[in-house]
């Protein structure tokens, strides 16, 4: 006598949010890679800085466009958390009007980042301050500009047909990431800004 019992499952749903997603594992996994590149960079940054009592081996960057681009970071948490609520919720009308704001954001830092980089008072192959200067000020760059650009293909999928179901998940995702670019740049920001200036 079989006594399995079949069941229809189809009704249930093909994803979810946060750790039951093996996308937000992906991304908690390259956010620990990422934050111990950051780590180490930092690390080295800081072990040149205690070998030479005159450092920085040049004049320290500028805190105008650095404190500007620190202000925004700070302040897109507000629209971030309100976009991954959204998405929680599978509110569209929400998820895409705070998408274009955060897109709009990231555009915005990524010029701000670009002006941080114009007065830069070295050159990358000025020393080895500056060279350690242009790496992890690069590295973030490289964060800040590959999640703006998932936010803005994010942004336009939501208004298309396939702005549904699994792209809320997708939205959380990109929500959870930028969490990291803003979080990582704090420490860098204090390392290179503010102990070059001590």
Not at 144 to 161: A, E, S
């Amino acid at each position: 006598m079989d006594h399995r019992v079949v069941r229809d499952l189809s009704d249930l749903p093909n994803y979810a949010f946060g750790p039951r997603m093996t996308m937000w594992w992906g991304t908690l996994a390259f956010c620990v890679l990422e934050g111990t590149g950051f780590a180490l960079a930092l690390g080295g940054y800081l072990y040149l800085a205690f070998l030479n009592r005159d450092w920085p081996l040049g004049p320290p960057p500028p805190l105008f466009w650095s404190g500007l681009f620190t202000l925004v970071s700070l302040a897109s948490l507000v629209p971030n958390y309100l976009v991954e609520a959204a998405a929680r919720e599978e509110n569209l009308f929400k998820v895409r009007i705070l998408l274009v704001i955060m897109s709009g954001i990231g555009v915005l830092l990524a010029g701000l980042r670009f002006m941080e980089f114009a007065v830069l008072p070295v050159r990358w192959d000025f020393n080895a301050y500056g060279s350690l200067l242009w790496t992890i000020l690069g590295l973030h760059a490289v964060h800040l500009v590959t999640d703006v650009v998932d936010t803005v293909v994010v942004t336009v999928l939501m208004f298309t047909r396939h702005g549904f179901g699994r792209r809320f998940s997708d939205v959380e995702d990109n929500a959870f990431y930028w969490y990291f670019v803003v979080i990582s740049w704090l420490p860098t920001y204090v390392v290179l800004y503010w102990v070059s200036q001590l």
